[in-house]
DNA sequence: TCGGTTCCTGACCGTATGGTCAAAAACAAA
DNA sequence: TTTGTTTTTGACCATACGGTCAGGAACCGA
């Protein structure tokens, strides 16, 4: 059937059969260090869930820690990406507003890396100190000016753009670092399309009209 | 010196004893489950923080579940205690204004505790699941009333309730969980006493605007 | 078909963990 | 002092964990 030459079809070659490995595993990790932390998650259990002999994983990832370390930087990236719309906007209601928006998707989609990265920094960040001191440093450092920026042009109230940042994360990762909670004072159901839409809309309604933004 | 019959000056009965052994040891397990997790806290790690055997753990708690319970319950009489400011004001600015400095009071004086309060939930609550459903549903449900009682009076803009107190407590409880990344991005030292007050000042006015509470 | 490289895996190992226990110490009542 | 109870502790145990390794399977270019 298919051309016996160049790689045809989708024969998938080494280096993608590696990196779907990867990914599988990477998945299996996530999933498992969320729901149990680094100290609680085992490697056989990640194994399992992945569908692999735990022999496996060490040809992969040759520690527990280098795995886990990968699984954090890959929800860094994920929060980095998400960003990027705040520099695109003209004004606080459509830069923050937007980026409350991309927060709450990720929440939603994808809970598991949240709690990941907030049991890490709640242990003190031993695995990933270096990314707090160098890029989110810089992120925060470049994102408070462009807050500053609009209060300068009137567009928004005096507000310290440090604890304004807080407040952006703390709410939006909430829904994720906290679901089971919300959840459970749900009836035990999980938030339906139209309970995010009034989420999304709740958070973006009290903090615009906290700051002040106007535009 | 003192009298010898009755139980003079302060002679320690033995449930006083037992109290502060009990005491001690929480404090020492709050402190150890706060930053390696439940699955990363070792009996020994907090036998020797605490200084005393590991032995003695087991004689006061028969399990690390069991001590591990304690601390959480704990954690969560705090958060009860500190939600009664709430009923007892007039209006949206005083209660929910009350609410958030005594919580971010909590934060600050309190963080292991929120710590470990956040694993606890973020791991699925599988200790605390029926205080989630009886106590925390009881009480989320009572402080909504509230809040929309005092929407009706037109003292705030129309907010959903629920997603208001999710703001309050993420908002809050960031600084105590998150503490660390704070840290890192305040130049690596921890919260100042200024800043701490602006801390509290930029989320009281962000959210108590941000709700349109005039009273 | 062959040779080399990559990938897979069961069996195994040293270590650290939660928990037990029996005996000693400390304490309290008589 | 004597007797009974509570508290303390070192030594110990079974288990489970992260990680290793050697040998085999699968794959691939020539």
Do not use: C
């Not at 298919?2 to 080494?14: D, F, G, Q, T, V």
């Not at 996530?30 to 060490?58: R, Y």
């Not at 990832?61 to 795995?67: D, I, V, W």
């Not at 938030?191 to 903090?207: F, H």
Request: no cysteine.
């Amino acid at each position: 059937m298919a051309s016996s030459r160049a790689p045809a079809k989708r024969a998938s070659s080494k280096k993608e059969r590696r990196l779907e490995s990867e990914t599988l595993i990477l998945a299996a990790a996530e999933k498992v260090f969320s729901e149990a932390g680094f100290g609680g998650a085992t490697m056989q259990l990640i194994a399992d869930v992945a569908g692999l002999p735990k022999a496996n994983l060490h040809y992969y990832f040759p520690t527990k820690e280098a795995l886990y370390r990968q699984v954090v930087q890959n929800i860094f990236q994920i929060w980095l990406q998400a960003a990027d719309i705040f520099d695109k906007a003209d004004g606080p209601a459509e830069g923050i507003g937007a980026y409350i928006d991309a927060k709450m998707e990720i929440s939603r989609r994808h809970p598991a890396g949240s709690k990941v990265w907030a049991t890490e920094v709640m242990h003190g960040a031993p695995v990933i100190q270096d990314y707090l001191e160098t890029t989110l440093l810089d992120w925060t450092k470049g994102r408070a000016d462009v807050i500053r920026r609009w209060i300068d042009q009137g567009l928004m109230d005096p507000v310290d753009p440090d604890h304004l940042l807080y407040m952006l994360w703390a709410t939006t990762q909430h829904y994720a670092d906290f679901g089971h909670q919300i959840e459970t004072l749900n009836g035990g159901a999980a938030l339906s399309e139209d309970q995010w839409v009034a989420a999304k809309t709740s958070v973006k309604q009290i903090i615009l009209r906290g700051i002040g933004a106007t535009r």
